[in-house]
Structure formats: C-alpha cells, structure tokens
C-alpha cells in the first residue's frame, strides 16, 4: 500500500497536470466606474453540475451551482484579482479588476493579449457621457488614428504594441465641457512564442556524402500550447518545401551543391504571427584528394643559385587547407590556404645536397586524413668551373708521327662535356689534317703531323636547357712538333763521310806526288755560323813546305744561289796555284793567288716532291744540284 507522502506527492502530480480553468469578465474589460455591474465566468472542460469555488486576491470567497458570479454595483473594495476552479481543474489564471471613480477611464481587454490577438482600447465617461475630442497616447506619444471614434482597435497586437495608453477628451459636465483624462493603463502584447533559431545536427559543418538534418526550434508561451504552428525553410532565401508543421528539414546526402545560407521560419496557420531565425552557414566539406606536386624547374634539374618554387594543390577539398613539404622523408614547411589554389614553397638551391626525392601531403581535418602527393626528383646540376689544360708529355714538344695525348679537366661541374679548339677554331673546322679522337675529356693523337702545332684550349660546359648553358674556357697550351731528320740527310751525311774518307786518302797521296796540290775533306758547315779554320788534315806535310803561310787557310760562305736553299755542304776542296790571269774580283795575298772549287749538295731537307723527282727511273738517284764555282782563296 501507498503511504502518506506517496499519497501527496501523487496528490500534487495530479493537480498539476489537471486542466486550468479559465476565468473571463463581461464585459470584456479590465476597468469598470464604480457602482457599475461585471459578471465572472468560470470555464472547464469538465461536464456542468459541478461546484464552482472564486477566489479575490488569493481568498476564497464564495462557492457556486454555476459557473458564473455577478457583481452588481462595484464599490472601490471590489477591485483585485479573481480566480475559479473546479474539483476536476485547476486554479485559472487571475484576472485584475479596477474600479475607478474617474470622469474619464480608459478601459483595456482584462485578459493577457498575444502577438497576433485583436487589441481594442475605449476612452469611456462616466455614466456614458459623450466626450469629444478624443486622442489615444502610448507612453505619452500621441497615436490616433485619423478616422477614430471612442476606441482604438488594432487588428494583430505585436509586443512592440506594449506599453503605458492613456486618453483625453471634452465631456460635459453639469454645465460645460472640460478636457478630462484618463489614468494610464500598462498594457503587454506577450510574445506567443520565441524567435525560432535552425540548428544543425551534430557537429561542425557536414561532410560530403553524409545526410543532414536542419531543425527549427522555438518555445510556444504555456498559456497558448494549444496554438499550431508551422515552419518554412529557406536555402539563400530560397523557399525549399513550402510550410510544414516538421520542426525537421533532411538532406539525404549532402553534397557541394547544400553548401549555403539557411534560415527557417515559425508561423501560426492563420499567418497572424511569423518569425524568422538567423541565417546558418552550412559548408558542405569535400574531403581533400590526393596533391599533385610540381617543381618550377627545368626537365627536373636546377642550378646551384637557382630559387626554386615547389607548389603543392588538391584539385578537391574544402578549405583551409594545410600543405606540408617534405625532402627525402624531412619536413621543410607548411602552408595553410584559406580558399581554392595551391599551397607553394621557395627553395634556394645551395648545393647537391638540395637534390633528391620530394612530395607534399594535404590536410583539412576531414576522418579521411592528410593525403600524400606522389614523390618528385629533383637533380642539382654543379655550373662547371676552374677548366683546366695539360698534355701527357713533360714539355710542349712533341715529334711528328708521335702519339700525345691533351686532358681537359674541372674544378668542379656536374656531367661537363668537353670542346677543343685549334688555333682558335674548333677542330672540326680544321681541314688538311687527320682530326684527333676526343673521348670524354681526352683528346687523343695517334700520329702527330707537323700541322698540329700551335695554340690549344679547351671549353668545358653543361646546361640546363638550351637557353641556359655554362662555360668555362681552359688557358691556352701551345704546343710544339719537331720533323724527324730526312733519309736524304741521312744518305747525304753517309756519303760525305764515305768521300771524305775518300779524298784524305787521295790527297795523302798526291801530297807525296805534287807539292801544288792539296786535297782534304771539309766538314759538313753550317752557313748560318761564322766563317771557322779547318784544322790541317793529320800526317800531312807542314804548310811552310807547300809554300803556303802557316795560318789556316779560311774559306768564306758562298751565298747559296737559290734565296730558299738550305745549307752549302763542301764535299771537296781543291786549292790550286796559278800563275795566270787573276778571277775578276779576287785578293792577292802574299803576292800568291789561290783558287777554290766546291760543289753543293742537295737541300738536307728535301720535300717528299723534290725527294721524287731525284730519283732516276732505274732506281738510282741523281744529285738535286751539281754546281761548281771557282771563287778565290781568301
């Protein structure tokens, strides 16, 4: 069984939750002139028959068959509250009663007035005296109507209508007219229900592909829970289904499309009352997609001193976006963009340690997490520099038909290729002469040639792109080559030795024959070096016996009778005593005249032409020049 508390606590939970009874006046006002009638009305939705209790200021006063109570000729101790019940209701809400002993009142609806409800207004005299002249004030400003009588009605009360009323009028008293005034009455249009406020669903903005739920929530004034409202939702002041008694609005699956401004609307069905909330941003966030990175630099290669600039984009997501930058797995920075458009990054390039592998990653917080670009490589390309030249041999001479080798090198340079040139001009321009062989940075001769002398260098390079390309030129080598001596110097020299062995013999013997004579072989002599004594031939006689003076005979150069001979070889000298006519232009000595015979060899340095033109068709050779010439002793 219940106890007595379970019993109370039951007891108040079904009193609260009975149905109020309403109490209204007739007539319908809140201020009557004393000595005048106003009838109380107890309504419920109980069946007739039951007892009535009224209540004036919080007392019980009087309990009734009907649900009416009549006051006839109010007097002022009438004024206060009044409420009723029912054994089956609750206690109404109170209603106020003024009894005014005025000439003039201004009489307003006893009952709480809502936004939306009819408010009417009468400036009344006392024992319904005509007034003329009548203005209605609210808070003391002046608000008449142009064609009012006695009343003032507004037809859909708004709570901007609250406020302290009053009115003023002519009356006729008991023998003229004066302006009276009526006490002021505090009137209160009371709001029916809040203003609406759209709220979305969850958390933060809704995530593409995901539903979505707008709700519209206002709070309906207690004493008006019976009223029925409807709502209308609005996307970008767009109306999206009309008006709907669902507090809810649902997008199935959101998509880039919903994202917008949105606000909804509360109204009753008569439209008597409408409100609107406050715009809500919804963005519907797409997810971010895989980045694509790109490098501001040519076919993947950059040059020491170059800026680079490594830009990082999501074709989709929603902002902001985050990029971050990585260079083989180690972070370089990030970049946080606020609306469409990549995310970039500067890079100076200081070294070869800037090459390498790079990507960049997205984030925009969605579940889905960063998203990764695929990896890019970057290669550092070194400008070449400090080229240098050398060659294989330890000085710049070099033999023809000899191989020689020249090297190019660099300081410094990423994959330099190499060019030579020749006396200025590349060596390709060079014609006439078999071209060396250039590997990497080698230039190979396998046979030099006389005309590979001269001046050398090397140009080492590299580029980027064909608008971009580095040089750096080596000094100039001058290189040297030397002819190895000619066969025809060779049999030449062979042959002065044979005929000089030769003649010494004969002129060892004729000196024992004939004192007149001497023969003796000359060296070979160079016509470029002063005029030398030739030593006497060994085991001669001495010069005092021949008849000649003791110094060494001297013999000058002739000057060879071609200006482009080389050297004059004597092979033979025969120095004779005459008696005769003097050689025209000869210097006696000793009153002793002398004469010289010499023959010319051939050039020493014969050209491969003039080596064939001397050789006879039998195969034997001829001399390339068989001059004699008798000049005299000097």
Known sequence: MLGRAELLVLALGLAATAQKATLTLD???????????????????????????????????????????RIEKTRMSDAGRYQCKTPGSGRSDPVLLTISEKWLILQAPYYAVF????????????????????????????????????????????????????CIGSMKTTFTFTCEMSPAVSISVQELFSSPVLRAAGSGDPIEGSPVTLRCVTELNPQKSDTLLQRVFYKDSRDLEGARSSLDYHIP???????GYYHCAVQTVTSSVR????????????????????????GAWAAIGDVVEIRCESPRGSAPIVYRFHHEGAAL???????????????????????GTYFCEADNGMA??????????????????????????????????ESLNLNCSVESGTAPLFKWLHNAEELAAVSGLGLPTAVGNTLHFGSVQLG????????????????????????????????????????????????????????????WKKAEGMFFSAPERDTQLPAQHEPPGKGLPPLGSLGLHAEDPLYGNVCPLEPESGEVVYTVVNIKKTSGDKPKETLPRDNEEYYVSYTVLADPKPTWESAAEVRSPEGGFLPANDIYENVPHL
């Open 27 to 69: 007539p319908p006002w809140s201020t009557v002139f004393r000595g005048h009638s106003v009838t109380l009305i107890c309504s419920t939705s109980h069946s007739p028959g039951q007892s009535f209790t009224w209540y004036h200021n919080n007392k019980s006063f009087r309990y009734t068959i009907k649900n009416s109570l």
């Open 115 to 166: 936004e939306g409800d009819p408010l009417h207004l009468r400036c009344y005299g006392w024992n319904e005296a005509g007034i003329k002249g009548i203005k209605f004030y609210r808070n003391g400003a002046h608000i008449t109507p142009s064609n009012v009588n006695s009343e003032l009605s507004i037809k859909q009360a708004r709570t901007s209508d609250s406020g302290k009323y009053h």
């Open 253 to 259: 699956v959101a998509g880039l499309q919903d994202s």
């Open 275 to 298: 409100k609107w909330s406050p715009k809500l941003k919804i963005t519907v966030k797409l997810p971010v997609s895989l980045p694509h990175l790109t490098v501001s630099a040519t």
């Open 333 to 355: 920075g990030n970049r946080t963009v606020s609306s469409r458009g990549p995310g970039s990054l500067a890079l100076n390039v200081t070294s070869e340690r800037d090459s």
């Open 368 to 401: 889905s997490g960063p998203q990764h670009s695929a990896p890019f490589h970057l290669s550092v390309l070194v400008p070449v520099s400090g080229a240098t030249i050398a060659t294989d041999r330890m000085g710049p001479e070099v033999m023809a038909g």
């Open 452 to 511: 590979h002398g001269g001046n050398y260098q090397c140009i080492a390079s590299n580029q980027l792109s064909p608008q971009r390309v580095f040089q750096a030129p080596s000094e100039i080598l001058a290189i040297a080559v030397k002819e190895h001596a000619s066969p025809w110097v060779a049999v030449a020299v062979s042959f002065l030795f044979l005929m000089g062995v030769v003649a010494a013999l004969v002129f060892y013997f004729k000196c």
